[in-house]
């Protein structure tokens, strides 16, 4: 069955300090890539997306992630993070052959200020 | 304002009353899906409807009863509620089903955090 894995279930960073999230996925034809943000109290929000061409995804609030098909990942990831980047971040996967999103578990990030 | 609504947005419950969490979008959008979050699980989807009258079980539909019978509203029910359905639901919509098109990034709700005691 096809999955999405997200190793670090709970992060806790200093601000300023730089943030990488893995995720992998487990399916091996053309997927769509997304990353999700959850503030807290609040719905998930489109965070990045990759769909095709450049494997080097830029998003809102100075996010980006890679797409490394050989390695099944797109993992996130910020220079510098903030006290309000506090949040859940969850990755996600679609194709069209289930017409179905897969989520990972979440990683829950907190930066202290 | 583009948005997704969804009521209650909370509940409180006895097993076995049947309640009805709805769900509605002003997007035009085709796709809708419901989904449940619980601590450590993420989210799991419960049901999707890719257009009126389309629906199909997710990966837990168990318990659970939707139907589509306007592009606009997607209702979740719940026949019989029991404890092992306490979660927090989210509707969401995107114009596309998924892998198809470049906008088929998905629209979510607030959220319906429901307790069934």
């Known amino acids: 069955a096809q999955s999405v894995s997200q190793h670090n279930h709970h992060v806790i960073l200093s601000e300023a300090a730089s943030l990488e999230l893995g995720c992998n996925y487990s399916?091996?034809?053309?997927?769509?890539l997304f990353w999700y943000v959850q503030y807290p109290g609040q719905h998930l929000q489109l965070l990045l997306k990759?769909?095709?061409?450049?494997?080097l995804v830029k998003g809102i609030k100075g996010f980006e992630a890679e797409f490394i098909k050989s390695k099944f990942s797109f993992n996130l990831r910020k220079p510098s993070v903030q006290w309000s980047d506090t949040a859940e971040y969850f990755c996600?996967?679609?194709?069209?052959?289930?017409?179905?999103?897969?989520f990972g578990t979440g990683t829950r990030l907190k930066v202290l200020a | 304002e583009a948005q997704v609504t969804q009521n209650p947005r909370y509940l409180i419950t006895v097993t076995g009353k049947k309640l009805t969490v709805t769900c509605s979008q002003n997007?035009?959008?085709?796709?809708m899906s419901w989904y449940r979050q619980d601590p450590g699980l993420g989210l799991r989807q419960i049901y999707y409807?890719?257009?009126?009258?389309?629906?199909d079980k997710g990966d837990v539909p168990e318990g659970y009863k939707v139907s589509r019978k306007e592009k606009r509203n997607f209702p979740l029910i719940l026949e019989s509620p029991s404890p092992n359905q306490t979660s927090l639901y989210f509707c969401?919509?995107?114009?596309?089903?998924?892998?198809?098109?470049?906008?088929?990034?998905?629209?979510f709700g607030e959220g319906s955090r429901l307790t069934v005691l």
């Open positions: 969401a919509s995107s114009f596309y089903p998924p892998g198809q098109g470049s906008t088929g990034e998905l629209f």
């Open positions: 399916y091996g034809g053309t997927v769509n």
């Open positions: 990759y769909f095709s061409g450049d494997p």
């Open positions: 996600a996967v679609s194709h069209s052959g289930t017409y179905k999103y897969i």
């Open positions: 997007m035009n959008h085709e796709y």
């Open positions: 409807s890719m257009n009126v009258e389309v629906t």
